[in-house]
């Protein structure tokens, strides 16, 4: 039988972090009112004329610098076409002179997917269909709302250098993180902010030439994303083993049924008739525009897992990914905690446990974890880890420390976390082991999974104050005896 | 073409803006005859880079005002016929 191998191209459409829109002044905000946030410019009243934003530059400029791009001179083109979401009939984009190009990006298993270029555009406005369910074929009319008529893009277009639905995932969730750490986009796909079309096609391994793609849309998670790209792989091998052949098409992918399905348009080939903006002028990425981009950028998160993870000591056993990251850096880094981290190391925290309480408790929180004082929070890692608090105590001042502040052996005070002392832990440990003979009976012959439910028991006991720690060290001395 | 720009036209007027369009065609294709390979293509008539504006949020329009403009609204949006397929 022939081997198959995929090849993917992904192009990522991500909204900008502006105050305002690409070429007017209304409002860039997510969720407000229907169209609370339109002017002549976005709604293509006769006369009116578009401004660039100089944000939306600089952002598109740090975007491409990120994604290791040559910026260059760029000019707008119309695309224009008939649709509703676009009251100019026309939607201002980049064309043959975008103004990022060339660049890559790293996965954290090591491979490079080749970036393109990185344009900027303007989004279109939303549509909403009644009747029908509101699916658009059946849908008896249809209503717009142009408040992201105009919002700043950036388009991302990767080479097809991709190869598994799982390096598809690994690609947009790298550069989902990218774009969160350059501040260029809150990089939200559930509200649109990030939007995903997958270019699928399958060869076989011999073969030197692309076969024919297919491109996915809606694609509204990283968990859709992966699902139909090996949906879309299967269903090519499957036709072509068949003796049938893949036709060029756009296909919907259904999160209901699991499968992509050919959005049986008219086929007409689209003739945008792209032609120079003539309202705008060429973009050039001079000295201040550069180094309004680069100003305030820190490390990129492959750097500051690296650095995080360094913490942990070369080797570590907690490592789990193949960068040597573990799940909590990724997801401390991800948050932006972890400086918080770095700083309570600094300050004498233990690293793993102060990397677990940013990972697991304070990002719970993380508006409230990243104004944490670090130096705050190293002293109450280093109470728990000295034994002064328990986990369960750890968390309760962590939480009281987020929502107002303060000295952590203070809250500990005030919440009655009092070190058990040794005499009361003693007689808890005692009456646990009298009220379960059975499991304490194996415990002694050298059941070791029956230690849990003991140490469990003492937590109820005590309420969650008694340190783990000391309670296992208790029991395996009673055992001993 | 009449179908790219959705333009209605009769059998008249075809014929009419065929004429029409032949010779701003031909003018075209006179200019073409030129050597252009020294000059670089002119997407604007001014040599002025960069013309940028701040980030600063500016008021937007009344939305009942620009809904009473509209054929038809609904539910504060633009209320449009149905759509015969996916955007392009």
């Known amino acids: 039988m022939t081997e198959y191998e995929t090849v993917v191209g992904l192009e990522v459409h991500c909204e900008l972090s502006t105050t305002t829109k690409l ?216 036709l072509i083993e068949s003796g049938g052949s893949v036709s060029q098409e756009t296909r919907h992918w259904d999160e209901g049924d699991s499968s992509t399905h050919s959005m049986r348009s008219k086929e007409e080939a689209n003739d945008y008739r792209y032609f120079p903006e003539p309202d705008l002028t060429p973009l050039v990425p001079d000295a201040a525009l550069l180094a309004a981009a680069g100003e305030g950028v820190g490390a990129m998160p492959a750097e500051r897992r690296h650095r995080l993870s360094s913490l942990l000591g070369a080797g570590s056993d907690l490592a789990t990914r193949t960068d040597g990251s573990t799940d909590q850096v990724v997801t401390v880094v991800d948050l932006g905690l972890d400086e918080l981290v770095h700083g309570a190391v600094a300050a004498g925290a233990d690293p793993r446990l102060a990397l677990a309480r940013a990972a697991n408790e304070a990002a719970a929180n993380p508006d409230a974890a990243r104004l944490l004082d670090p130096v705050a929070f190293a002293g109450l890692v280093k109470m728990e880890s000295s034994g002064r608090l328990s986990a369960t105590q750890s968390k309760e001042v962590l939480a009281e420390l987020m929502a107002n502040g303060g000295d952590p052996a203070q809250i500990a005070g005030r919440l009655g976390y009092e070190q058990m002392d040794t005499a009361s832990l003693d007689a808890i440990v005692d009456g646990v082991i009298v009220a379960n003979p059975l499991e304490w009976k194996r415990y002694r012959e050298g059941d070791d999974k029956v230690a849990q439910f003991l140490l469990g028991q003492v937590m109820k006991s005590s309420k969650g104050r008694a340190n783990g720690k000391l309670v296992a060290q208790a029991f395996a001395s009673r055992r001993e005896a | 073409m009449a179908r790219l720009a959705r333009l209605a036209l009769d059998d008249d007027e075809v014929g009419r803006y065929a004429v029409q369009l032949s010779a701003i065609l031909e003018h075209v294709d006179a200019v073409r005859r030129l050597d252009t390979a020294d000059v670089p293509p002119t997407a604007h008539p001014f040599p002025v880079e960069n013309v940028l504006r701040s980030d600063i949020e500016r008021p937007s329009l009344d939305r009942d005002s620009v809904l009473s403009q509209a054929p038809v609204a609904e539910s504060g949006r633009f209320r449009v016929p149905r759509i015969m397929g996916e955007a392009p």
């Open chain 1, 23 to 238: 070429f007017c002044g209304c409002r860039n905000a997510f969720g407000d009112e229907p169209n609370t946030n339109i002017c002549p410019v976005c709604l293509g009243l006769p006369g009116s004329l578009p401004v660039i934003n100089r944000r939306a530059v600089e952002l598109a400029l740090r975007i491409g610098a990120a994604l290791n791009c040559t910026a260059r001179r760029s000019i707008f083109h119309r695309k224009n076409y008939f649709y509703p979401d676009m009251p100019k009939d026309y939607q201002i984009s980049q064309y043959d002179e975008p103004i990022n190009v060339d660049g890559w990006l790293e996965l954290p298993d090591g491979s490079r997917v080749g970036i393109e270029r990185a344009h900027m555009e303007e989004d279109t406005g939303k549509t909403t269909h009644v009747g029908g369910g509101g699916r658009i074929h059946e849908a008896s009319y249809s209503l717009v709302d142009y408040n992201r008529a105009g919002v700043p893009l950036v388009e991302i277009v990767s080479r097809p250098d991709v190869r598994s639905a799982a390096q598809a995932r690994a690609y947009v969730d790298e550069l989902r993180s990218i774009l969160v750490a350059t501040g260029a986009s809150d990089g939200r796909m559930e509200e649109g902010s990030l939007r995903v079309d997958a270019n699928i096609s399958v060869r076989p391994v011999v073969s030197a030439e692309f076969g024919t793609r297919c491109e996915v849309k809606n694609l509204n998670s990283l968990r859709s994303l992966e699902r139909a790209v090996e949906y879309e792989v299967e269903r090519q091998i499957a």
